[in-house]
């Protein structure tokens, strides 16, 4: 999988320092108020809200959130574990080798394919269509 940065905002807590709990299905804030669950979005994120009234207090607010209402989102994918633990494994020292090769094997076949073999695009969908396209241009 490839390696996406945080996008938090400079200054700003970033989601890992927000817990999770499993047990109780919530996320538990640095001040150690709890962000309770609110509904799924249709893309498969689970929305995680905060309380306005604890919040408005806070002294970690201006750390937290710009909302006008005073209330922090944390949104969690439906399958967030399976993503956490391919994290976790790329940052173990195999599959740091394995990466570094990436760029030696896999990236050069797709660059002669592009420039020897005319597959810089193509209208057709399927392995098996554009290896028959492709066996067609070889023909004499």
Known sequence: MPYKRPQTKKGFFRKHEYVY???????????????????????????????????????????????????????????????DEAEHLRHAEQNKQIYKQRKETIERVFADMKEKHGMRWTTLRGKRRVQRRRCFFLLP
């Open 21 to 83: 709990d499993e047990y109780y299905d919530w996320y538990i804030c640095p001040a150690g108020q709890t962000l309770t669950y609110r509904t799924t979005t249709r893309e498969g994120y689970r929305q995680y809200i905060s309380d306005p009234k604890i919040c408005k207090g806070c002294p970690f607010l201006s750390q937290c959130t710009n909302s006008r209402t005073h209330t922090k989102q944390i949104h969690r994918h439906i399958w967030q574990d399976y993503l």
